[in-house]
């Protein structure tokens, strides 16, 4: 069988967070009533002309900037002709061969090395309205019993970044997309959240004989609603079309939803062209010329970027230690505590595990007093640890109470605990004696329900071990 090689490019759709829609005045939200934030312009009705949101163009050129696109002098809007329930003018405003931001790149950190994605175009457009699916099995399109439309996400300005065919794993996309989501939300200029769709990714799948430079028949996969899916569904088309090719089929270019809950993918239609939406440029709109003082100003407002960071701090950590705080916002956090005398690793584990599990808002995290319990961690009761980080963004937290807990660590004192432990349980101390090992974890919990959460379960481990195997 041929060795085939995943080429895995992506269309990502972004909804910007402006305070009104792309083209009117109408606002922009998420979770008002349906059909309530709309206006003439927005539902197309005849002789309403659209006004260009200010905002939403310097945002674009922003993205543009930190995905190391050129910014065109000159950007032009046009129609994209198609008829849908979600598009009430039967056209979408969309800029087409002339976008604002080309030939870009993103550079992806790896464990050794770096990864590098072209970044095609990212270009600015309106979006459509909301179809909702009542009825079936998961509110999909197939199934479904009925469709409403509700046009309040109609117009809402959209930036779309299409990537070059430039990734070939699923998990390579994975990464990629968690950087560039990370990146969106550090600028300002949207949430980037795909559970309300103001995040969205497409996903352009196709194979080739590893070592060849084809570029294949290509399928698109939609409808994907988080990033785990999205490495799932990539998984699911790369392992369908291999087995097409090699039973000597052809790929046939079509449109694929992937549904997460049984791994299957549904064709829903042939993939259209750029023919297919007879494009033209929109009469009603001038083109978009920025300035070049405009365009330094917004380059000079851009932070250090994720990828930049997680570089820096895999030097003092590890590459999946610095992603996984990047990509989870919570290296601002981090820096500081281990300012403040964390060592750095456990400092790490902690906030990526304890905090992020207690749901603790990392901006609201007193620095230092996360230091001081990180340096205690082993010599507090977890009971206690646990609650004091789940308490650290109260108002006036302090570490002191906590800190003044300390664990019996204390084999004197607790042998007796774990002899009686031991002898109350003989069936269960026969049981690990014949091979059960996995009943040492019950004979712990038995120890420190009895301590109350005070010993140290390390020191309770080894000698409930010790005291067994004897």
Known sequence: MTDWQPVIGLEIHVQLKTRTKMFCRCPVGFGAAENTQTCPVCLGFPGALPVPNRAAI????????????????????????????????????????????????????????????????????????????????????GGADYTLVDYNRGGTPLVEIVTAPDIHSAEEAKRFLQLLRQTIVELGISDAEMEKGTLRVDANV???????????????????????????????????????????????????????????????????????????????????????????????????????????????LDHERALVLVTGGLDALWEATTTAGADPVAAANVIANNVVAAGVPPAAVPAAELARLVDARDRVPRGA???????????????DPYLEQEVVSDTAALGPLVDSVIAAHPDQAAAYRGGKEGLLGFFVGQVMKETKGQADPRVVNDLVREKLSS
């Open 58 to 141: 310097e945002w674009t050129i922003k993205l543009g900037l930190a995905l190391g696109c050129e910014i065109a002098p000159r950007a032009v809007f046009a129609r994209k002709n198609y008829f849908y329930p979600d598009l009430p003018k039967g056209y979408q405003i969309s800029q087409y061969d002339l976008p604002s931001c080309i030939n870009g790149r993103m550079i992806v950190p790896l464990p050794d090395g770096q990864h590098e994605v072209g970044i095609v175009r990212a270009h600015l457009e309106e979006d459509a309205a909301k179809n909702v699916h009542v009825g079936g099995r998961t509110g999909r399109i």
């Open 206 to 316: 196709s194979v080739r004989p590893a070592g060849s430079d084809e570029l294949r028949t290509r399928t698109e996969i939609k409808n994907m609603n988080s990033f785990t899916f999205i490495a799932r569904g990539i998984e699911a088309e790369v392992a369908r079309q291999s087995a097409v090719w090699d039973a000597g089929g052809e790929v046939v270019q079509e449109t694929y939803d992937f549904d997460a809950a049984s791994g299957t993918l549904t064709a829903r239609r042939a993939k259209e062209e750029a023919d297919d939406y007879r494009y033209f440029p929109e009469p009603d709109l001038v083109p978009v010329e920025p300035p070049a003082e405009l365009v330094e100003r917004l380059r000079a407002e851009l932070p250090e970027l994720p990828a930049a960071r997680i570089r820096r701090l895999a030097g003092r």
């Open 385 to 399: 640890f646990d609650e004091a980080i789940a308490k650290l963004a109260e108002p006036g937290f302090t570490a």
